[in-house]
């Protein structure tokens, strides 16, 4: 049997070299990695798929210790996390079990104590592995779709087009089960794109995110003709207050054990909600005009994710909308102005096709092939289609400063 792999988080320095020590003391267990925050802990959990226990402080942050639990048992059903407290007894016990964590352990346990613990949650997790891996299980563990966030550095910038666009192109392929997210709580648009009515929206899922059934989601969820499914905004701005970072971790996390694509348009405004999608979201784009007061606004934004340890900039992506031969600011330009990656395709101003396409609610049927053509390859580009799908003509430059 290949050694079990353990990620810790947590940000005592004195902890950690306490576990580093321990560990190496131990056969057959390996400390794979190490995550200071709750961010940190759960993209390495994305990532580091041969991780089987996750040991973590009950002190971590930002997220707490037991919302941590629930978010890494929401995306990786089949890793076992064992929260480490200060006192063990059955009131803590009990707390971490309810979060779904597999036990507890002392922040200083005996050799013996971590041995068996960690002994224990592996084999439930490679058990669960195997079970998963079997095809034992519902949608919500089998799955892991890919979810894409749209944020505009303006208004004005095209986000709400492109995400609608997207989305249309992504449900046009076989096989490819698409959901497209208002995340711009304030403001939310998409029903005026897609003409649209529904009663209900992602305020309805708030008080059941802990506990999301397909049932629950079938309700809340517009079923679009040309393809899409649609979780609208509330169509009471005064409720985006009530979408917190941790309805909205369940809620995206529920959608993406469902969907293949997870389409989530941020809007301009940063919530709790639309900054939890775009520090859950697996690619991060922000659309951007070739003018120097909006390429500023996207570099403050992207600057203030980053401060905020919600999103680093090298993992953000750029995209040109209107953006035409005549500019002064082409794309080199404007990539230096950012000091951001942008993406090969840059998005042709189409005004005449997009309002005509708006008004008529057919915007699936845009009367413009070079834009139509753009968003094909912007979709390949942000793994919202696959690359076979894409129309290989046309308009590709080489990357300017890809991640």
Known sequence: MSDIKILLGGDDQELVATF???MVELTGFELVSIGKTSNEVLGMVATEQDVDVVLIDENIGPVPAHDLVRD????????????????VDESALTRALEAGARGVLSRQPSLEELQSRLSTAAEWSRGMSKWIGGGHVDAVGGRRGRIVALAGAKGGTGTTTLAVQLALAAAQQPGRSVCLVDMDLQAGDVPSY????????????????GEITGTMLADALFMHGDGPHVLLAPSDP????????????????ALRSRYDIVLVDCGTFMTEGSVTAIELADRVAITVMPDLPCLRAAKRMVRLWSRLDVRKSEDVVAVL??????????????????GLALTRTTVPPAFRALEKAINNASLSRVEDDGFRRAVRQLAGELGV????????????RAMTGAP
């Open 20 to 22: 580093r020590a321990v």
């Open 321 to 338: 909308t209107r953006q035409s031969r005549k500019n002064e600011i082409q794309p080199d330009f404007a990539a230096r102005i950012l």
């Open 194 to 209: 897609l003409d649209l009515v529904h009663r209900r929206s992602i305020a309805d899922l708030i008080d059941v995110a």
């Open 385 to 396: 289609l696959d690359s076979a799908a894409v129309d290989p003509g046309g308009g590709k």
């Open 72 to 87: 890494i048992a929401m995306q990786r059903p089949n890793c076992a996390a064992v929260l480490l407290c200060t006192t």
């Open 238 to 253: 005064e409720r985006s207050e009530d979408v917190t970072a941790l309805a909205t971790r369940q809620i995206l996390g």
